[in-house]
């Protein structure tokens, strides 16, 4: 019940990748942001990709909604996943209980993200510097690459340690327990907080328009539960819903503006002449 040195190392640096937030641009904080890029990586480095997937997306539920003022965020859902993951797979746990587990990783994971932005602030009188003399070498170098070493400086040891000697413990400990009322309790609150990540998002697109919506999805999985379609199918007939509704908006719109324009058009009814 152990991760080897090379699948800590793999793990260890895609987190540092993405929090580095060089991969792929401007989509690396996308990565960041959602954890279930972050467990499929970990299920095919630990060779369990299926359950991996099922373990994260309970995880995913506590994020719906969540967003990231100035791109910081309360918790960081890649470095959360990437050691709850691990846990709930060595450790046997379902995936409400890995939610548990997600959460003060997550924070913790925040305070490191902060100490990174922290010692970031230490570069802006070398920009400055490289900004007077038009340096355009020294500004690609300390705008992009000191924050990219200081991210990898700080997140690969962090990662590595937790991953190599701190999972394997959480998981014994988690599994020598199963069945106890302390598995029971991490179950309970991790379905507890998957509910909270859905009531925020239910919040946010909480729109009056956009209610029917959501009820008709919900009243459909209940109806057709017995027909176990998958969720690609569900996927898809939303995607038609949603491009039939815009379709509708857009010609009820484009109807509106002709017939606004038309009234602009038209000259006034009577003769202004009459009343002189």
């Known amino acids: ?14 987190i ?7 991969l792929l641009g401007g989509a690396t904080t996308t990565l960041r942001f959602t954890p279930m890029m972050t467990g499929l990586v970990v299920g095919i480095v630990l060779g369990n990709v299926a359950q991996a997937m099922m373990i994260v997306a309970a995880i995913q539920l506590i994020y719906m909604g969540v967003f990231s003022p100035g791109g910081q965020m309360p918790s960081e859902p890649a470095i959360a996943a990437a050691v709850a ?15 548990a ?48 070493i200081v991210s990898f400086a700080l997140f690969m040891p962090f990662m590595f340690i937790t991953l190599k000697f701190g999972v394997p413990v959480i998981a014994s400990f988690v599994k020598s327990n199963s069945g106890t009322l302390l598995f029971h309790i991490l179950s309970t609150i991790g379905g507890g907080l998957a509910s909270i990540g859905i009531a925020l998002t239910v919040y946010v697109i909480g729109k009056k328009n956009y209610i029917p919506f959501f009820l ?6 209940v109806m057709l539960a017995t027909l176990k379609i998958s969720m690609v199918t569900y996927a898809i007939i939303g995607c038609i819903i949603a491009f039939v509704y815009i379709m509708l908006r857009n010609e ?21 002449d009459d009343d002189f």
């Open 85 to 99: 993951v691990p846990v709930a797979l060595l450790g046997g746990l379902k995936p409400a209980a890995a939610v």
């Open 216 to 221: 008709l999805a919900y009243f459909m999985t």
């Open 252 to 272: 009820a719109t484009q109807s509106a503006l002709a017939e606004f324009n038309k009234h602009q058009s038209t000259p006034p009814s009577g003769d202004d």
């Open 1 to 14: 019940m152990t991760l080897t040195v090379s699948q800590a190392i793999i793990i260890a640096l895609w």
């Open 16 to 22: 540092a990748l993405v929090e580095s937030r060089i």
């Open 101 to 148: 587990i997600a959460v003060p990783v997550g924070l913790l994971g925040a305070y490191l993200y902060q100490f990174r932005l922290f010692l970031n602030t230490f570069v802006v009188h070398l920009t400055d510097k490289y900004a007077a003399a038009g340096n355009r070498r020294g500004l690609t170098f300390s705008i992009i690459w000191i924050p990219v």
